[in-house]
């Protein structure tokens, strides 16, 4: 168990719908990342939030969008859904900002859109 | 723009042997490389790591060499054991500016007895 917890673990819906994925990082950790898993492809990085503030943004969409909280969870906006949206998403934390590159990976959420 | 390559899918290792599972990198901005293992409904977990400044890293079973005039770099695990069995994915970063992992595709590691 590492620590951080993602809700739901699965989710199914229709295209053109709209999604949100939850994440409880590690007691006490600021750093929230969020990646993407489409099928036989690696861990793409989404966006990363410290304290509260977008730090850091990969690959997302515009359809995508993320915030964290004051209570340091953080939430994933997915909307427009389409089919190529359908993926494992991760959250991922560590306590710093700026780390070597350890993170604290939870269970992920699977979206499958149909 | 694939900055961090497995080319191997899969690997097939008997119980015992030596598992050695191989990354390929183009980004020479990279100057820390890790390893991440991932068992099925679970997240990735933290293996090993190696900053740039060396060119091996042991923590018990498992070693990770890297090689920066090839950028390549490999997780050797002796002796293999069926718990080793998972998928491996291969990481680097950048120490300096945003911190964010770029993930290889990872391969598959079976074990068998």
């Known amino acids: 168990d590492s620590g951080v917890t993602q809700t739901p673990k699965h989710l199914i819906t229709a295209t053109g719908q709209r999604v949100t994925l939850r994440c409880s990082p590690r007691s006490g950790d600021l750093s929230v990342y969020w990646y993407q898993q489409s099928l036989d492809q690696g861990l793409q990085f989404l966006i990363q939030?410290?304290?509260?503030?977008?730090?850091a943004k990969g690959n997302i969409l515009e359809r995508f969008s993320a915030q964290q909280f004051p209570d340091l969870h953080s939430e994933l906006n997915l909307s427009s859904l389409e089919l190529g949206d359908s993926a494992l998403y991760f959250c991922?934390?560590?306590?710093?900002?700026?780390?070597?590159?350890?993170?604290?990976f939870g269970e992920g959420s699977r979206l499958t859109v149909l | 723009d694939q900055q961090v390559k497995q080319n191997s899918p899969s690997l097939s290792v008997q119980e015992g042997r030596i598992s050695i599972l191989n990354c390929d990198y183009t980004n020479s901005m990279f100057d820390y490389f890790l390893w991440y293992k991932k068992y099925p409904a679970e997240g990735p977990t933290f293996l090993i790591s190696?900053?740039?400044?060396?060119d091996k890293n042991e923590d018990g079973r498992f070693t990770v060499f890297l090689n920066k005039s090839a950028k390549h770099l490999s997780l050797h695990i002796v002796p293999s054991q069926p718990g080793d069995s998972a998928v491996y994915f291969c990481?680097?970063?950048?120490?300096?500016?945003?911190?964010?992992?770029?993930f290889g595709q990872g391969t598959r590691l079976t074990i068998n007895p």
């Open positions: 939030y410290y304290n509260g503030e977008e730090r």
């Open positions: 990481a680097a970063s950048r120490r300096q500016g945003a911190q964010k992992l770029v």
């Open positions: 991922a934390s560590s306590p710093r900002q700026q780390n070597t590159g350890e993170l604290f």
């Open positions: 190696i900053s740039s400044i060396k």
